[in-house]
Each structure stands twice: as C-alpha cells, then as structure tokens.
C-alpha cells in the first residue's frame, strides 16, 4: 500500500525556519517527482515546489523561491522542505505528493494527509 506521510510541522514566529519531511513507501520513489503543495483556509491548493526523480531538476514557486529548498535522499524515498524566513503568510497545511511519469509540474498521482504549518505575525 502507498502511503506518503509527512512530519516537521509547527508553530513558528515569522522569520523562523521549519523542516518539513514526508517519507514515502509501499513502493520506491526513486523515479519520481516528488513534491510539495500547501493549502491555505479558504484558499485553493496550490504548487510550492517540486523534485525530479534524479534530484537535479527543482522549481519553486516564486513565493517561495530563495527561501524555501526543496531536496529528496538518495535512496529518493523521503522529500525534505527547508522553510526559512518563514512568514504569516506561508500559514498553510502542507501536502507532500509524488508523480510517477517523474513530470515536476504535472498530475500528481498520490498524496499525503498534509501537516500544519501556522507562522505567527
């Protein structure tokens, strides 16, 4: 069974940094995309950033570009979010997911339950 679980998330005054994880198993991850989403209280969910299947393509979304870095461990069954310079407005929960044609801008195949992130102002 595919499960994606992430773990990391908080409380965090804005300016602080978080480390976001999300493991992934019941099969290997090692050519996929993996990537980050978040979804906001009355907002859409939307793309944060994404890793290809070898680790050398990354995109970011431009709000978060030069503060948040996106990285996978070698066996590239775990995607890591490095959030720094963290602001209120990067409250959200935040979703993990993987993508099997290893496409980091396409359809995301599976999905993690998400963890919270809540900056405070």
């Known amino acids: 069974q595919v499960q994606l679980v992430e773990s990391g998330g908080g409380l965090v005054q804005a300016g602080g940094s978080l480390r976001l994880s999300c493991a992934a198993s019941?099969?290997?991850?090692?050519?996929?995309?993996l990537g980050w989403f978040r979804q906001a209280p009355g907002k859409e969910r939307e793309f944060v950033a994404g890793?290809?299947?070898?680790?050398?393509?990354?995109k970011y979304a431009d709000s978060v570009k030069g503060r948040f870095t996106i990285s996978r461990d070698n066996a590239g069954n775990t995607v890591y979010l490095q959030m720094n310079s963290l602001k209120p407005e990067d409250t959200a929960v935040y979703y993990c997911?993987?993508?099997?044609?290893?496409?980091?801008?396409?359809?995301?195949?599976?999905w993690g339950q998400g963890t919270q992130v809540t900056v405070s102002s």
């Open positions: 019941g099969r290997t991850f090692s050519r996929d995309a």
């Open positions: 997911a993987a993508n099997s044609a290893n496409i980091v801008m396409g359809s995301y195949d599976y």
């Open positions: 890793i290809s299947g070898s680790g050398v393509m990354k």
